[in-house]
Nanobody, 121 residues
Framework: QVQLVESGGGLVQPGGSLRLSCAAS????????MGWYRQAPGKQRDLVAS???????NYADSVKGRFTISRDNAKNTVYLQMNSLKPDDTAVYYC???????????????WGQGTQVTVSS
């Protein structure tokens, strides 16, 4: 069993900053990929940023230069530092992790419950 606990969401004014955290716990051999997705009303769930074991990162074009993803392997936690926030960033942000099963090498994906981020004046 794997559990994800998200925190850090809230209300912020345009141009402000916010940091999201997601901590994973449970049984797994290792975590290969960790990431953040978001879903605004009436839109599909899209990738915001992701990071893999080796530290390679990937960002959506809309957040490049403003958001930074990082991970603390000792704490099994992924972070998303969001700067220069704008109203278009308003959405529910979901944490995602992809674990590796020992022996088989199979990967399993898990979703967090989601945290609301609202950018408004």
């Amino acid at each position: 069993q794997v559990q994800l606990v998200e925190s850090g969401g809230g209300l912020v004014q345009p141009g402000g900053s916010l940091r999201l955290s997601c901590a994973a716990s449970g049984s797994f051999f290792s975590i290969y990929r960790m990431g953040w997705y978001r879903q605004a009303p009436g839109k599909q769930r899209d990738l915001v940023a992701s990071i893999i074991e080796g530290g390679n990162t990937n960002y959506a074009d809309s957040v490049k230069g403003r958001f930074t993803i990082s991970r603390d392997n000792a704490k099994n936690t992924v972070y998303l530092q969001m700067n220069s926030l704008k109203p278009d960033d308003t959405a529910v942000y979901y944490c995602y992790i992809e674990t590796v099963t020992g022996g088989t090498g199979y990967r399993n994906g898990y979703w967090g419950q989601g945290t609301q981020v609202t950018v408004s004046s």
